[in-house]
């Protein structure tokens, strides 16, 4: 029993050993103390492992470069229909983030285009950073700047500045849920008018692996100021082509509303996605 529980230690699967364990427990219960001593030593093992390998990490990131450390993807995708409607449509992703050891960095950049029966439907851009420090292993405080451009809902340049609080959560069949919320700042020019208000804004993220291949995302946030909301929902399944390859099939439905009238917006959509 003892060769069989050190065969499984060594090949390093922490599940995998806990369930030997548990197979030597209820094949040999006379020798418990014995296992569940020789299990403590292992856990202990890993523990002192983990933190050695934690401060490690924590060494090297408090050395290095501000410019360096980031990881994230770029997405490139578009659309194409003819016949009665002829359209075409083009959409450039960077999503980056930078962790240290209690700060990271968020940033996102996106652009989009489309061209209906010759005439300009669609043209978006968004660029938002987002500072965050870590309170504890699941929550967060952060920063957010954000720009926004979007004729086709209605203004042309929009400013936001906001703080707020954010929590990771993790199911044990390892669904990852993050929800965010805070105050912000906002102004925003339509061409014929400007204003300025306070908002509040909220977010919440859903990413649940269905295999080893394949993830489905959903994503939802949006703003409330006086008499005036916007919001976005985008669900999207990501399927791995390669390890840095992705196939990504996206919904984005876009809400705009103010005292008198609202404008909605979606968009299907096929890209791929390029890890960095």
């Keep these: 029993m003892r060769a069989v529980l050190d065969v499984a230690m060594s090949e390093g699967d922490q599940a995998t050993v806990e369930k030997v364990f ?6 040999r219960p006379e020798a418990a103390p014995a296992i569940e001593a020789l299990r403590n030593a292992y856990r202990a093992r890993l523990i002192a492992s983990r933190e050695q390998k934690q401060a490690e990490t924590n060494a090297r990131l408090a050395r290095s470069d501000p410019f360096v450390n980031w990881s994230g993807q770029v997405e490139f995708g578009g659309s194409l229909a003819t016949g009665a409607t002829s359209s075409l449509g083009l959409l450039g992703a960077v999503d980056v983030e930078r ?9 996102a950049i996106r652009g989009e285009l489309q061209d209906t029966n010759g005439a300009r439907s669609v043209e978006r851009l968004t660029a938002a950073w987002q500072p965050r420090y870590a309170v504890s292993g699941r929550t967060y405080v952060f920063g957010l700047t954000q720009y926004e451009h979007d004729p086709g809902l209605g203004y042309d340049n ?3 500045a906001g703080i707020g609080a954010g ?11 993050g929800l965010e919320g805070g105050p912000a700042f906002r102004q925003t020019d339509t061409g014929d008018t400007q204003r300025s208000a306070l908002a509040g804004r909220a977010s919440a ?7 080893p291949r394949m993830t489905l995302e959903q994503k939802a946030s949006a703003y409330y100021e006086d008499g005036f909301a916007n919001g976005l929902f985008a669900s999207s399944l990501n399927t791995r082509v390669s390890e840095k390859v992705k196939l990504k099939l996206s919904y984005e439905y876009r809400y705009e509303s103010e005292r008198t009238r609202a404008s909605t917006g979606s968009t299907t959509r096929a890209s791929l996605v390029f890890g960095l």
């Design 167 to 177: 929590v990771k959560l993790k199911t044990p069949d390892g669904i990852q849920i």
């Design 22 to 27: 548990g197979y030597a427990l209820h094949a």
């Design 99 to 107: 962790k240290g050891i209690d700060w990271s960095h968020k940033l």
């Design 158 to 160: 929009r400013y936001s």
């Design 205 to 211: 993220d859903l990413n649940w692996p269905l295999n």
